[in-house]
């Protein structure tokens, strides 16, 4: 999954912000969670609580498709 093909939005149903893919414009559209609700009451944004299986999922993800280790040392590199 790459994180550009994923966008989150608030989901009416549920007052939750979920993962949902970026180009699904369907009636009808589900979130990495399952999750599903119609287009049109799913608002694009980022404030509001995050579902937390969309939250694990995602950063599962991103964890998979990193460039590779990051030094995190105060000094940086030696």
């Keep these: 999954m790459d ?24 009636s009808l559209i589900e979130a990495l969670c399952a999750h599903t609700v119609p287009y049109a009451k799913a608002a694009r944004t980022h404030s509001g609580l995050r579902c937390v299986s969309c939250l694990l999922i995602v950063g599962d993800a991103l964890a998979v498709h990193s460039p590779g280790p990051v030094d995190n040392t105060v000094d940086g590199p030696r």
């Excluded at 989150?8 to 979920?18: E, F, G, I, K, L």
Aim: hydrophobic content about 40%; cysteine-free.
């Design 3 to 26: 994180a550009a093909r994923w966008e989150w939005r608030r989901s009416a149903y549920d007052d939750r912000v979920h993962a949902f893919p970026a180009e699904d414009r369907a």
